[in-house]
C-alpha cells in the first residue's frame, strides 16, 4: 500500500535517448509534482499539476514534458536526453488546504537518471 | 540567491550528542515546514511551524519558528544513528513549495 510511487527507481541510458518515468498515487489527492533533486541534494519543483491540469512550470527545457492521464497519475517524458539531466527525479503529491498554510508533500522513493 | 538558507551544510556527531541545524530567510512566511530524507528515498514531512515564536517537539526534535516568521531551528537531542539523513526546511512562494539546500547529518555510532 505504498503511497506515491515511481518507476523506475533507475535508469541508466545514453546521451540524445528519449526516456519516461512513470507516477502514481493511492492517496487521492488533487494535486502532484515533479522535482528534481541534483548532485548536491537541492531540490527544486519542476512541474505542478492540479486535476490533470498544468499549473507550474518552472524554467524547464520543453524536452521534459509531463502528461497527466488522471488525477492519480503523472508521467514524465524526457527527449533528447542531455549530460546535464542526471539527478535524481521525485514525483510527490499534496491535497492542498483551503488556507494559506504549506500542504503536506508526499514524496516517492526517486527515480536516479544516469545520461552516459 | 536562495530563499531558505541552511546551516551548516554537512554536521558529523558522536551518538549522544545534541545538534541544532538553521533555516533563514529575508522573507516572511505563513508556514514553514522541515522535511527529512534517508538515502534512496523520498523526503517525508516531520513538522510544520506556523505560528511566530512557536515551539514543536517530536520525541527528541524540537522545531522552533522565529518571531518574525523568518527562521526555524531544528534541535536533536541526544543524537542517535536513526537520526542520519538529509534535514531541509521548505516554504511556500508563489504557491511553490521551495526548499533550502539541506543539511547532512551523519551520527556516527
Known amino acids: 500500500d505504498t503511497a506515491v510511487s515511481q518507476t523506475p527507481k533507475y535508469l541508466v541510458t545514453q546521451m540524445g535517448n528519449d526516456k519516461s518515468i512513470k507516477c502514481e498515487q493511492n492517496?487521492?489527492?488533487?494535486?502532484m509534482y515533479w522535482y528534481k533533486q541534483d548532485s548536491k541534494k537541492f531540490l527544486k519543483i519542476m512541474f505542478s499539476?492540479?486535476?490533470?491540469?498544468?499549473?507550474i512550470n518552472e524554467t524547464v527545457p520543453n524536452r521534459f514534458s509531463p502528461k497527466s492521464p488522471d488525477k492519480a497519475h503523472l508521467n514524465l517524458h524526457i527527449n533528447s536526453l542531455e549530460l546535464g539531466d542526471s539527478a535524481v527525479y521525485f514525483c510527490?503529491?499534496?491535497?492542498?488546504?483551503?488556507?494559506?498554510?504549506?500542504?503536506?508533500?508526499?514524496f516517492g522513493p526517486g527515480t536516479r537518471l544516469t545520461v552516459l | 540567491t536562495q530563499l531558505l538558507e541552511q546551516s551548516p551544510q554537512f554536521l558529523s556527531i558522536q551518538e549522544g550528542e545534541n545538534l541544532t541545524v538553521y533555516c533563514n530567510s529575508l522573507?516572511?512566511?505563513?508556514?514553514l515546514q522541515w522535511y527529512r530524507q534517508e538515502p534512496g528515498e523520498g523526503p517525508v514531512l516531520l513538522v510544520t511551524?506556523?505560528?511566530?515564536?512557536e515551539v514543536k517537539k517530536l520525541k527528541r526534535l524540537t522545531f522552533q519558528f522565529g518571531d518574525a516568521r523568518k527562521d526555524s531551528s531544528l534541535h536533536i537531542t541526544a543524537a542517535q544513528p536513526g537520526d542520519t539523513g538529509l534535514y531541509l526546511c521548505?516554504?511556500?512562494?508563489?504557491?511553490?513549495?521551495?526548499f533550502g539546500a539541506g543539511t547532512t547529518v551523519t551520527v556516527r555510532a
Open positions: 492517496l487521492g489527492h488533487d494535486t
Open positions: 510527490a503529491s499534496s491535497q492542498p488546504l483551503a488556507h494559506l498554510y504549506t500542504d503536506t508533500q508526499y
Open positions: 511551524v506556523v505560528t511566530g515564536g
Open positions: 521548505a516554504a511556500t512562494r508563489d504557491y511553490k513549495l521551495s
Open positions: 522573507s516572511v512566511f505563513s508556514s
Open positions: 499539476y492540479n486535476n490533470k491540469e498544468l499549473i
